[in-house]
């Protein structure tokens, strides 16, 4: 659509004689009439035209049950925060179980390290349970898994 050479709005081609905007005079004279190609105007949007596609679940749970002590099902389901807290979660419960096993019973230092690993992947098969069995789970970007 072309524009007013003195007030630069948007005019129709019947606006030839007098801008109904501003009163100005021949608003089209030194303005071209030729149509843009409006597809050369638009950048494109590389993410917003990429089709994206949902996670799937079964990845998910087979992440959660392999390297669950890490976060890396939440980071592949794009939850970056929620990944870093659980793996320092992870962390902090292995090294306090350790540290009660250690000091306040007498079962060896091999079962003082054995005992908090298997509670966190106890955990992580819960864990792994509700992802694989929950069918309203959503990934990061608000999209249920597959």
Known sequence: MPSCRNCHSRLTRFDKDVCPVCGCKDPFLGVSMETNEITQEIDSLKDENVMYRPKKRGVAVFLTLLAGFFGVSFFYLKYIMTGILYSIACLICAGILFVI??????????????????????????????????????????????
């Open 101 to 146: 096993l250690f000091f306040l019973s007498d079962v060896g230092l091999l079962l003082d390290i054995i005992i908090p690993v298997i509670v966190l992947y106890a955990s992580n098969i819960i864990l792994g349970i509700f992802i694989g069995f929950n069918k309203n789970f959503k990934d990061g970007r608000g999209e249920f898994l597959r």
